[in-house]
């Protein structure tokens, strides 16, 4: 029988522009959050998750990775409305079983949209694509297993397998998963961290020696100022809400820096205080800066210039704890201000009003997200914050330091743990004392060059553990290209995706328990640990029955996979990690750095903090042994006439690649997702009225090979001159594989250059108005130095 939500798909026709918010409003967050919790799950189920959720004693949402307060400080409600989603799409009561799977063919499946996937239900058996076949069958675990292993062991090299992992892995799995890829010979972990921080954790690893948050949330609750950059917490963080409300009720001023004016960003209406419910609420940015998108490395330096004019510095911090300032002191003491205001789109005037609420403050929290990381030049951007935070002395002192927000609930834990494809010798060397075999030391593929081996034929298997990489990763057409290459792809999962479907000649689906699900092994219940944005370690209990007996949990499947392809190599127990994973915190006790006594302090109630040098000591592991002033070059991203510089972004209603639904309500978005932000006078000088229908066309230099998104509405929005914005993963196809920030090789996904063409136009004029250009013109792409708002 077909469920309701297998009988119906969306249409964008039916998508609504509406007035957007100027305030996120808590208490019709909660009413959404409950009623979405309540179709999916029911009543009782609904009540029995979300009271445990992000309790001392309970689960972790498995949503963004914001902290939670001390144990004995959370509300009985500790989640947000993105959280409840979460906890409902996976604690749904729907079910994709192998009758599903028989009544569709994989051509029929993507034939869908990622949001209707997602409503199909949770995954309850093994599912196996063989060779030639057109539909998923069901296969016995034993069976999977098997095929797995069979096919590890024809690869001619270890390095021909890619093992990609998504944030939401348990640190257990993740270890357990690391140690698996490097006992079979290779450092092939890319992960999702590769396209989201990447650059935050190269350059604060160059500048202050770890990449890692420098605060605690009492740092944050206590600071004077404190600076929103490149992010939109009322969406992507809504519990950082509640923080940025409780600091400005201790008298906190915060700036905000982001190219469109987002609701969370000015008013807070915090449903479990009687101001949020019958109030006006918290209004939170005392200033705004509507930065034009990458302008923010100009906006730093210009910031830096004026602190050092003023004399606003810390000095003995600067001469006792770091390295470089005279050198990036003479950088910007000639700071080219037309360049500035050319570049951020901000006057001389905003910047220095701004620049005198950093002036007057004695502790300042700079925060950030993706809005500084994926662009060429984000590892100078993320420096250049970072040297601004050390003209004060803003490290190692209450109520300041550097908060990058992560936006998955462990992708943090999981680099701590050892997945990532360069990890350093001294963890390598305390794997081999550990478990008496020499790890690889060559580094591994990134997820950028994860897709390029595929795409050339260098790698044959793909494992991910969790994640939908073909959505998530840029380049959509050639990504899907290489992955249709693999001799064998295998998704642990708990429900279907996209990359279900751009698979590799065998196919495998391998359901898993989620994070919201009772554990039992052999041993007895289980629990498992995670790592949130400011380095808090604590446990995480699931209270549901899980959806399926046929399911497995990730800590299960990585070590069955083990045994089936490398067996007993090396005399690891790989039984007793997954009969007990106390076994595998055992080991990570002896492996990771400042797990000494993991078993015991992640079982106390909210855990416990890892070191972190720069914000316990005021020690920086550098090259220097101090804290290091970087000094860039301002780099201007050059826009043709007739273009705009695209960012993409998530709606309300989504988290990464997982489409909850069609209401963007902050944005005043309804119904649908193809649309793309723009401004009103941009949408005027290109020829075009709001709401026409357009195609977002890109043209890269790196290989002149024309990109294409179409059938997107535009609509008028408060946003800088020259700067767009629209939703991934819809706008991924636009995005280079090669074109990536230096350094760090994270995609570039918050500055795509872009012109519009008339929907269906293929070809055709961008439009009629001024300074509207053919991309079909022989210099179309090429870069031209004049300003970027359009004439």
Known sequence: ?????????????????????????????????????????????????????????????????????????????????????????????????????????????????????????????????????????????????????NQLKALDSPDEAIFYTSGRASNEAAFAYQLFVRALGTNNLP?????????????????????????????????????????????????????????????????????????????????????????????????????????????????????????????????????????????????????????????????????????????????????????????????????????????????????????????????????????????????????????????????????????????????????????????????????????????????????????????LILPTKGRTEQDIQASGAQYISVEDSVCAVHASRGPLKPASPYLESEVGIITRIAEAAIGDRYGIDWKSMRDDYANIRSHISRVVEGCEGYEVNARRPGGFILPHPPRDSRTFETNSGRAEFATSPIDVLQVPRGHLVLQTLRSHDQFNTTIYGLSDRYRGIEGGRRVVFVHRDDIAALGFDNGDMVDLVTRWDGDDHERRASDFRIVQYDTPRGSAAAYYPETNPLVPLDSTALGSNCPTSKSIIISLERAGSAGGSSGSGAGASPVGADDSHKANPEPRHLS
């Open 1 to 149: 029988m077909r469920s309701k939500s297998e009988q119906t798909d969306y249409s964008e026709a039916d998508l609504e522009v509406r007035p957007p918010k100027d305030h996120a409003a808590g208490v019709p967050a909660v009413a959404v959050a409950l009623k979405r919790s309540f179709e999916r799950m029911g009543l009782v189920r609904s009540a029995e998750a979300l009271l445990q959720l992000n309790q001392a004693e309970g689960f972790d949402c498995m949503s963004c990775a914001w902290p939670d307060p001390d144990a004995g400080h959370r509300a009985k409600a500790e989640f947000c409305e993105n959280g409840a989603k979460a906890v409902a799409e996976e604690g749904t009561r729907d079910r994709a079983t192998p009758e599903f799977f028989a009544r569709h063919s994989i051509a029929d499946l993507d034939s869908h949209t990622e949001h209707w996937l997602g409503q199909q239900g949770r995954i309850t058996h093994p599912m196996v694509k063989r060779p030639g076949a057109t539909h998923y069958e069901h296969i016995s675990w034993d069976d999977a297993y098997a095929l797995i292993g």
């Open 191 to 507: 992960d999702c961290s590769n396209m989201c921080h990447e650059s935050t954790s190269v350059a604060l690893a160059e500048s202050i020696g770890i990449g890692k948050a420098s605060v605690t949330m009492d740092d944050v609750h206590h600071a004077e100022l404190i600076v929103l950059q490149g992010q939109n917490p009322g969406t992507n963080h809504p519990r950082m809400l509640t923080a940025l409300d409780e600091a400005k009720r201790n008298g906190a001023k915060i700036l905000s820096i982001n190219p469109l004016r987002e609701a969370g960003l000015f008013n807070f209406k915090n449903p479990q205080t009687p101001r949020g419910v019958v109030g006006p609420g918290t209004d939170l940015s005392d200033m705004h800066l509507p930065i034009a998108v990458n302008g923010d490395l100009a906006l730093m330096q210009a910031f830096g210039a004026l602190l050092v004019q003023w004399d606003a510095l810390d000095h003995d911090f600067i001469d006792q704890y770091t390295t470089g300032f005279e050198e990036w002191k003479t950088n910007v003491t000639d700071i080219d201000w037309d360049l500035v205001t050319t570049t951020t789109g901000l006057s001389r005037e905003e910047i220095t009003e701004a620049a005198g609420m950093l002036r007057d403050s004695d502790a300042t929290v700079f925060c950030w997200a993706m809005g500084l990381t994926q662009h060429h030049n984000s590892v100078a951007i993320i420096k250049e914050v970072t040297n601004v935070a050390l003209l004060q002395g803003n490290i190692g002192k209450p109520g300041a330091g550097l908060f990058p927000v992560r936006g998955h609930s462990n992708v943090q834990g999981d680099r701590t743990m050892g997945i990532w494809e360069r990890m350093p010798d001294h963890f390598l060397d305390a794997l081999e004392k550990e478990f008496g075999f020499n790890p690889p030391r060559e580094h591994g593929y990134d997820t950028v060059d994860s897709i390029r081996a595929m795409r050339d034929g260098k790698a044959h298997f793909f494992l991910g553990l969790g994640g939908n990489f073909v959505q998530a990763a840029p380049d959509t057409t050639v990504t899907a290209a290489a992955m249709r290459k693999m001799k064998m792809t295998v998704h642990i999962s708990t429900k279907i995706n996209r990359s279900h479907l751009v698979c590799g000649e065998t196919a």
